[in-house]
């Protein structure tokens, strides 16, 4: 399997701030990665897919980059609304998918 | 509007089978663009992809939990199915069906149920 790390695990930042989550593959991954947001007692919510589309309705503050094995999702100037766990999401090998650890962000 | 509900037992003794059911609306299951699979999250935990399927027959397990799962498609009812054999504390989860795309491009998951939790007891 690939394993999908990310940092920080925690991040407290303000209204308005520029939050960057990293995500790491094991391997390579070719740009097959998803970006995910859970907000407390909810489903997961696509945000992102390869790499840096945004799923529809997603605020364009949401930005992702990367490639390879290293991978960032940005979000620029954070948002109330925003703070939630992020997870980050391979999809390489279609017939084993793999998540992030993923990252909480404190407002 | 495509909505999945998840519906099973909240509770499930230790070795038992845990089986749940994901009711899809607003898109037909037997489309060819999509999978249909279960992903699961012990309370306070992150994400696990269980498995998915395919309505032409084609299933995909992640292998960690391969001998113990099976996942189906019930065309007529447009529903979706997990069942986990010889369950375990470990099993305890909050329990998400979600559509994922088929194809060269696909593999993320872009519709997610609101989930089920699901407790194993002794």
């Known amino acids: 399997d690939i394993q999908m790390t990310q940092f920080p695990s925690t991040l407290s930042a303000s209204v308005g701030d520029r939050v960057t989550i990293t995500c790491r593959a094991s391997?390579?991954?070719?740009?097959?990665l998803a970006w995910y947001q859970q907000k407390p007692g909810k489903a997961p919510k696509l945000l992102i897919e390869k790499v840096s589309t945004l799923d529809s309705g997603v605020p364009s503050r949401f930005s992702g980059s990367g490639s390879e094995t290293e991978f960032t999702l940005t979000i620029s100037s954070l948002q109330p609304e925003d703070s939630a766990i992020y997870f980050c999401q391979q999809y390489k090998h279609y017939s084993s998918l793999t998540f992030g650890g993923g990252t909480k962000v404190e407002i | 509007q495509l909505q999945l509900q998840e519906s099973g037992p909240g509770l499930v003794m230790s070795s038992e089978t845990l089986s749940l059911t994901c009711t899809v609306s607003g898109v037909s299951i037997s489309g060819d663009n999509f999978f249909w699979g279960w992903i699961r999250q012990p309370p306070g935990r992150g994400l696990e992809w269980i498995g998915s399927t395919y309505q032409k027959g084609d299933v995909k397990y992640n292998p960690s939990l391969r001998r113990r799962v099976t996942i189906s498609v019930d065309t007529s009812k447009n529903q979706l199915s997990l069942k986990l054999f010889s369950v375990t504390a470990a099993d305890t989860a909050v329990y998400y069906c979600a559509r994922e795309p088929a194809g060269d491009s696909g593999g993320f998951l872009d519709s997610w149920g609101q989930g089920v939790l699901v407790t194993v007891s002794s």
């Open positions: 391997e390579t991954i070719n740009g097959w």
